[in-house]
């Protein structure tokens, strides 16, 4: 399982804290490399995330339809990650805060 901790030095307070974290999964569920809803609605993304509650796989808000953060009000599953390939970032919904992995050597 990736542990993720809160990212320091942009622009969010050192001493922010993330309760949310302790609902990550610790094993995400295969997923397809595509916006589920886009496909069923004939349209395009930009980008792509993955909710770390349940694993599903939405547009970000940068694609017309911003179905990551539609899964996060419908559903209040706050935590995301990049499902773009090189990049290892997360970010809360609930608590605006950006999270990046730490390898503490227990995966």
């Known amino acids: ?23 990550i999964l610790d094993a995400l569920p295969a997923s397809q490399a595509a916006c589920v809803d886009c496909l069923n609605e004939g349209t ?16 970000c808000d940068d694609s017309p339809r911003r179905h990551a953060t539609a899964h996060w009000h419908t559903n209040s599953h706050p935590l995301i990650r990049s499902f773009e390939s090189g990049e290892s970032w997360a970010w809360c919904y609930a608590d605006d805060l950006a999270l990046v992995p730490v390898d503490d050597g227990t995966d």
Do not use: F, K, N
């Open 44 to 59: 395009r993304w930009l980008h792509l995330r993955q909710c770390l509650s349940c694993g599903q796989v939405r547009c």
């Open 1 to 23: 399982m990736t542990r993720y901790i809160v990212a320091s030095g942009g622009g969010a307070d050192d001493d922010a804290e993330c309760p949310h974290r302790a609902h």
